[in-house]
Nanobody, 124 residues
Framework: QVQLVESGGGLVQAGGSLRLSCAAS????????MGWFRQAPGKEREFVAG????????YYADSVKGRFTISRDTAKNTMFLQMNSLKPEDTAVFYC?????????????????WGQGTQVTVSS
């Protein structure tokens, strides 16, 4: 079983950048497909970005494509989400998640392990 801890959230002005981290313990991240999700107040949790076990394949929601970059550092057992050109509509709690099954999905319920979340607030 893997434990996930997010960090790096905060308050930023529109157009700014943040880098989220998801540190794993208990098992290697390379054993899982990983994803970033977000949940804004009153809305359902939504897929943001995903990465394969090897890191060779990445996936993005249309709303963040070209602005966000997902990556993983095997040596540090950590996943990252670089967020540039942030918009007020990006404001949400961001979660990292791990999935045992080795195929891509954007469905939150199909991810097996979750972090506690980190708040990202983008002011206009």
């Amino acid at each position: 079983q893997v434990q996930l801890v997010e960090s790096g959230g905060g308050l930023v002005q529109a157009g700014g950048s943040l880098r989220l981290s998801c540190a794993a313990s208990g098992r290697a991240l390379s054993s899982y497909r990983m994803g970033w999700f977000r949940q804004a107040p009153g809305k359902e949790r939504e897929f943001v970005a995903g990465i394969s076990r090897s890191g060779g394949s990445t996936y993005y929601a249309d709303s963040v494509k070209g602005r966000f970059t997902i990556s993983r550092d095997t040596a540090k057992n950590t996943m990252f989400l670089q967020m540039n050109s942030l918009k007020p509509e990006d404001t949400a709690v961001f979660y990292c998640a791990a999935r045992r099954a080795d195929y891509h999905t954007t469905t939150p319920a199909l991810y097996d392990y979750w972090g506690q979340g980190t708040q990202v607030t983008v002011s206009s």
